[in-house]
Nanobody, 121 residues
Framework: QVQLVESGGGFVQAGGSLRLSCAASGSIFSINNMGWYRQAPGNPRDLVAI???????NYADSVKGRFTISRDNAANTVYLQMNSLKPEATAVYYCNAEVREYYVRTYYSNWGQGTQVTVSS
């Protein structure tokens, strides 16, 4: 089994910064893409940023230039540095990782439990 545990959410005023972390643990052979998604009440879960195992990152247009995704492959951990936060960033942020477990040939998508980010105006 694979577990993803997020941390770093909280309450911040507009213009502030937060850093999210997500650590994957369990029977992990390798991890392909890792990413962050967010879901505000009444909205679908949307991609925020994604990073490949080689370090190539892609971002939603709404966060480009303000958010930075990074990962530590040795620690099976992905980070999201969020700067210049806006109230519309308020949402539950979910970590996702495409994981191949030992003795399994396929990568499967795994989700964290989510962490709340609230940005006040």
């Amino acid at each position: 089994q694979v577990q993803l545990v997020e941390s770093g959410g909280g309450f911040v005023q507009a213009g502030g910064s937060l850093r999210l972390s997500c650590a994957a643990s369990g029977s992990i052979f390798s991890i392909n893409n890792m990413g962050w998604y967010r879901q505000a009440p009444g909205n679908p879960r949307d991609l925020v940023a994604i990073i490949t195992s080689g370090g190539t990152a892609n971002y939603a247009d709404s966060v480009k230039g303000r958010f930075t995704i990074s990962r530590d492959n040795a620690a099976n951990t992905v980070y999201l540095q969020m700067n210049s936060l806006k109230p519309e960033a308020t949402a539950v942020y979910y970590c996702n990782a495409e994981v191949r477990e030992y003795y399994v040939r396929t990568y499967y998508s795994n989700w964290g439990q989510g962490t709340q980010v609230t940005v006040s105006s």
